[in-house]
């Protein structure tokens, strides 16, 4: 099994920064995880993926509504997946999500919160 916890989160300021952090733990997570996802979920929205790096190679996949503005990395050492979200915006405001599919599950975290304040 592999667990997830999600960092970082808080209130800022529309055009600000924060960095989420996602750490991994497990014994099987090296051998079984493959893609670590970041999802959101807005106040009476449904949830939206927003970003996807590939654990070997680094390939990433944003949404077009973060493109530009949000990075995704990663580092093996730490086990460790990281979201930059800059020039955020109200519409940012969201629970933030780390997700990881493994053998037909879906392995989450209990989410962070972010608020950006116009």
């Known amino acids: 099994q592999v667990q997830l916890l999600e960092s970082g989160g808080g209130l800022v300021q529309a055009g600000g920064s924060l960095r989420l952090s996602c750490a991994a733990s497990?014994?099987?997570?090296?051998?079984?995880?493959?893609?670590i996802n970041w999802f959101r979920r807005a106040p009476g929205k449904e949830r939206e993926f927003v970003a996807q790096?590939?654990?070997?190679?680094?390939?990433?996949k944003y949404a077009d509504s973060v493109k530009g503005r949000f990075t995704i990395s990663r580092d093996n050492g730490k086990n460790t997946v990281y979201l930059q979200m800059n020039s955020l915006r109200p519409e940012d405001t969201a629970v933030y999500y780390c997700e990881v599919p493994i053998a037909g599950a879906d392995y989450w975290g209990q989410g962070t919160q972010v608020t950006v304040s116009s």
């Open positions: 790096i590939f654990w070997n190679g680094g390939i990433t």
């Open positions: 497990g014994r099987t997570f090296r051998r079984d995880v493959s893609v």
